[in-house]
């Protein structure tokens, strides 16, 4: 199994950007004079690399992964994989990011401590998978994930006949007492809070006795793209998932099939880059853009427009061209909350007001986003108000200051993004980047110096 360099406490991996005391030190934003012509390429989604890492190890055969995303998020699911009995292999990739992964299945068993990080795929994909095991495995994470909600997926399975012994929060930790099987059938979720509820279910599913026939009660239901990745994902491994009525799903119990999967460039990572070229009047392009995905993050092609981006996709390539103005946009991005943090960066720095909801379900995100943004922008200098299931965000002249990352990778971004256009902006502990996008910096500063051009 191998080692995560990531979930250790004392992981640096930008070297020089701790202090003495192992503080994370800030790191200045770099602010250009000019306008960006870039070219970035990205790392693997999370969110492929994760599910097809569970269903790779709840396959019936081995499976490759091919340029996977290599960052704490994956490592984590990775090492909690390996823990439960599957064996993940490095082999030599092409993906010029890391090596490849070998994953071969083995029996399923507990008697293990799995650490979440503050993942939410690991928090919500793996217990189903131990619940298969064969004794039981315990659940817990970063002080953080300790808010984050969880009981969707804990009185789930216990609806799927499971065992599970919690402190009565809903949250982390807990104990899944794994007897080796899981009887399955109907189970009633509220998924309202997140989408990987219902995902976290539904990846298992097909390996307990009976399937699953999950069916959301709740009012809304936040990362709908998600869901449909999930079920993509199954149905590509042979998995039959019917679509009953809205808001439930039947996975059909059955053999999941071991697949060489290539991992596509994780679209949402590209967010910010992206966006830099709105923010700088330049030209960004991202290479490796899939013609046909589930990934919430292609929604940028139709949201970055809102802001002022012409933007063209040809053979493969995304590129966006500011004019170097950005008008202010409403949104509503109950779809593609992970997309918020950027799309209120790019609104902080617009001429106009900027209207963002239906996303009250990212203040269960890393952190609470929406008072994390808030905050920090107004700590800045900016007129950001608030709303139940959202953001307003008025101009404002912005200024220099420390920007807080409240261990959310794309807090971080999103500081990073603003400075393009504010000097002086420090980013603390840019280093949350490692969850998704350890190379955050090193690509960032090469798409600023040129050092990316085309
Ligand atoms: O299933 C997934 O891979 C994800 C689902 C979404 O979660 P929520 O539904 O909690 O927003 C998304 O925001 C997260 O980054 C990744
Ligand atoms: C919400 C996110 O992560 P997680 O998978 O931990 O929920 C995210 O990456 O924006």
């Not at 390429?41 to 996977?68: C, D, F, H, M, Y």
């Not at 807990?174 to 309202?192: C, E, K, L, P, Y």
């Not at 709105?278 to 139709?302: F, H, K, M």
């Not at 709303?387 to 404002?396: N, Q, T, V």
Request: charged residues 20%; glycine residues 12%; aromatic residues 4%.
């Amino acid at each position: 199994m191998l080692i995560s360099k990531y979930s250790q406490p004392d992981f640096n991996p930008f070297g020089d950007e701790f202090d003495e005391e192992g503080e994370p030190q800030n790191w200045p934003a770099p602010t250009p004079t000019e306008p960006l012509t870039a070219t970035v390429r990205i790392p693997g989604s999370k969110s492929l690399t994760n599910r097809e890492l569970v269903l790779s190890a709840l396959a019936a055969s081995p499976s490759l992964l091919r340029a996977p995303l290599h960052s704490r998020d994956s490592q984590l699911m990775v090492e909690a994989l390996g823990l439960l009995g599957a064996t993940i292999d490095e082999v030599p990739g092409s993906g010029g990011f890391g090596p490849d992964w070998r994953v071969t299945p083995g029996e399923l068993l507990g008697s293990t401590s799995i650490d979440c990080g503050l993942a939410g795929t690991v928090m919500r994909f793996v217990p189903p998978v131990a619940a298969l095991a064969l004794g039981p495995t315990s659940f817990d994470g970063d002080e953080s994930a300790r808010v984050r909600p969880m009981s969707a997926i804990i009185t789930g399975l216990r609806g799927l006949g499971v065992d599970i012994t919690d402190e009565g929060r809903g949250k982390l930790p807990f104990t899944i007492h794994g007897t080796g099987s899981v009887a399955g059938g109907r189970v009633n979720i509220d998924a309202s809070l997140s989408s990987q509820f219902v995902s976290g279910l539904a990846l298992a599913a097909a390996r307990f006795d009976e399937g699953a026939h999950i069916v959301h009660t709740g009012e809304r239901l936040p990362s709908i793209p998600h869901i449909d990745m999930t079920v993509r994902t199954l149905e590509a491994r042979g998995v039959i998932v019917e679509r009953p009525a809205e808001g439930e799903w039947k996975v059909l119990p059955g053999e999941i099939a071991g697949a060489t999967r290539d991992i596509e460039p994780d679209l949402s990572n590209a967010a910010p880059f992206l966006a830099a070229a709105l923010v700088t009047g330049g030209t960004v392009s991202i290479p490796g853009w899939p013609e046909d995905t589930t990934q919430v993050g292609d929604q940028l092609r139709q949201l970055l427009p809102h802001f002022g981006a012409a933007v063209t996709l040809a053979d493969g390539v995304l590129t966006v061209t500011g004019t170097g103005t950005i008008t202010g946009a409403d949104l509503d991005l109950s779809e593609a909350g992970e997309l918020a943090p950027t799309m209120v960066g790019l609104a902080a720095l617009a001429t106009g007001p900027s209207t963002i909801t239906g996303i009250g379900h990212i203040r269960h995100h890393e952190t609470d986003r929406l008072a994390a943004l808030a905050t920090e922008v107004n700590r800045l200098g900016g007129r950001v108000t608030e709303l139940a299931d959202g953001l307003r965000i008025e101009p404002s002249e912005l200024h220099g200051g420390v920007w807080l990352s409240y261990q959310d990778h794309r807090m971080a971004t999103t500081g990073a993004l603003i400075g393009l256009a504010v000097a002086g902006i420090e980013i603390n502990d840019v280093q949350t980047t490692a969850k998704t996008l350890p190379q955050f910096t090193e690509l960032w500063t090469a798409m600023v110096t040129g050092a990316s051009r085309s």
